[in-house]
């Protein structure tokens, strides 16, 4: 746990700018880095990174001796929308999946009321979105204006080489070696977004230490694929 969290919210320390794989997002990656940049809007499609950044943007300003908050917006989605006041304290709010609240009168209000309170207390606000804001479905037309006043920062998908590299990264981390005619495997026969890759991943982990094996393509077929699949 990060005591610097006023949350329940656990920033994971995968999650870094040291391992995150830009390739065409590194001027996000260099936005996110600058403390000059009051307010920024990230979108793009699930498993482009959006999570990994806002939370090594929490890490980052932790890291130079920053105040900083990580919240889920789908995590938080049951609690009342009270549960954003006080932020305006901390140097850095980086809200997930905004686009959760949008056409939820009370929430917007309190996305407005977060956003007036951050700028009035010179601090950052970084949220991200499956879409841009321009094509968000928002009711509150002040908090449609406050969203389109940031830094617009759309993700771009990974190509087949990096999201290979970002395997392999991952891999590494939990100690597995991870060639690229396998990591290739795996990438063409499951989804492509990165956090379901990542969980199999995790899944192949557990697996090859129980059973002693290397990460191999025969494996992989007898770990993850029922026998229609093979």
Not at 157 to 164: A, F, K, R
């Amino acid at each position: 746990m990060h005591p610097q969290l006023p949350l329940p919210f656990k920033l994971q320390d995968v999650f870094n700018f040291e391992n995150f794989i830009a390739s065409d997002n590194e001027i996000v990656v260099q936005a996110l880095k600058n403390p000059n940049e009051p307010f920024i809007y990230l979108w793009g499609e699930a498993g482009t990174g959006k999570t990994h950044l806002l939370q090594s943007a929490c890490q980052h300003q932790t890291e130079q001796a920053g105040t900083a908050c990580y919240l889920a917006a789908k995590e938080i989605a049951t609690n009342p929308p009270s549960i954003l006041e006080g932020l305006a304290n901390l140097n850095l709010v980086c809200l997930d999946d905004i686009d959760t609240f949008f056409g939820q009168a009370t929430w917007e209000e309190a996305l407005f009321n977060l956003f007036n309170q951050i700028k009035q207390a010179n601090g950052r606000l970084v949220v991200s979105a499956s879409f841009s804001p321009q094509q968000a479905n928002i009711i509150l037309n002040d908090l449609k204006s406050r969203l389109n006043s940031g830094l617009p920062l759309n993700l771009t998908t990974l190509n087949d080489e990096d999201t290979i590299k970002v395997l392999q990264t991952r891999a590494q981390q939990l100690g597995l070696e991870l060639n690229h005619e396998t990591a290739r495997y795996l990438m063409t026969h499951f989804p492509r977004d990165i956090n379901t890759l990542w969980g199999l991943l995790e899944q192949l982990d557990q697996a090859s230490l129980a059973a002693q094996r290397k990460l191999t393509i025969p494996f992989l077929k007898t770990t993850l694929l029922n026998p229609l699949q093979l």
